[in-house]
């Protein structure tokens, strides 16, 4: 019977989890094709969006899956309702465009699972019947929250990192159509005012969301380090109480055995 429960309970996370894949997988495919802009021209990277909730949610396996589909409708994008953009020519590179969005995927995954290892410790007290109980909850939730933020961050971070640096390295020098020449100080400009706004926005929203679908049961349990055991004090609290008010009974008690023979 427990294997069967167990077998059950396998098939519905699958199931859950290619539906969230299914879900992530077409924001990221109409982000890349229909651009949403922002006051004053600004233009966000949305599509990796989708990818960095999932990172922080579920296994390196769909993690790894969403950042190479969103890589190869990127390029496509690039070569399709994208092609006529002044950036073309560059985004159409293979590592401009697609090594900087599987490496989100990866980095932004191991970063969140390692400070998780590290630093979301269980606290448990065990009562003298047996019982479990979890005793920093709100500690492990606000930290949770926070290593979330964080690797998106680093996520954010690295798509841009890499997107400029190959950027620079292939293309420094040269001169795209309206005359305007790819150089260090061009690429600076071009990305600095997306990426503050990509880094707070994203960094702010994706946690939030993680913990929304965790709670609704579309997320995985989050991976935890080493459980804390600690000693349930207030029982021996009470207990110590008891004995210390049974002394005091009994030595009232032959106190007033002594009186009466006196």
Do not use: H
Not at 55 to 78: C, E, F, H, P, R
Not at 97 to 108: D, L, T
Not at 188 to 203: C, Q, Y
């Amino acid at each position: 019977m427990s294997n069967f429960s167990n077998g059950n309970a396998t098939t519905a996370r699958r199931s859950k989890n290619l539906a969230i894949l299914a879900l992530m997988l077409a924001l990221t495919i109409f982000f890349c094709f229909v651009p949403v802009t922002f006051p004053g021209g600004v233009t966000l990277a949305l599509m990796i969006f989708p990818l960095l909730i999932v990172t922080q949610g579920y296994d390196i396996k769909m993690s790894a899956i969403l950042a190479v589909m969103m890589a190869i409708v990127n390029q496509i994008a690039w070569y399709t309702t994208k092609a006529g953009q002044l950036m073309a020519p560059v985004w159409q590179n293979p590592l401009v465009c697609m090594v900087p969005r599987i490496a989100i995927g990866i980095v932004s995954f191991y970063m969140g699972y390692g400070l998780r290892k590290a630093f979301l410790r269980p606290k448990y007290v065990i009562s003298q019947t047996g019982e479990k109980r979890l005793i920093n909850q709100k500690q492990l939730y606000a930290k949770d929250f926070a290593i979330a933020a964080a690797s998106t961050a680093v996520g954010v971070f690295t798509n841009t990192a890499l997107c400029g640096l190959f950027a620079v390295l292939c293309y420094n020098g040269k001169v795209l159509s309206e005359n305007t020449m790819i150089s260090i100080e061009f690429i600076l400009t071009w990305f600095s005012i997306n990426f503050v706004i990509e880094i707070i926005s994203f960094s702010l929203l994706v946690p939030p969301i993680v913990m929304a679908l965790r709670k609704a049961g579309l997320i995985p349990p989050t991976v935890m380090g080493k459980e804390i055991i600690v000693e349930d004090n207030s029982e021996k609290k009470d207990s110590d109480n008891f004995d210390a008010t049974k002394s005091d009974s009994a030595l009232n008690t032959d106190i007033s055995s002594a009186e009466k023979q006196i």
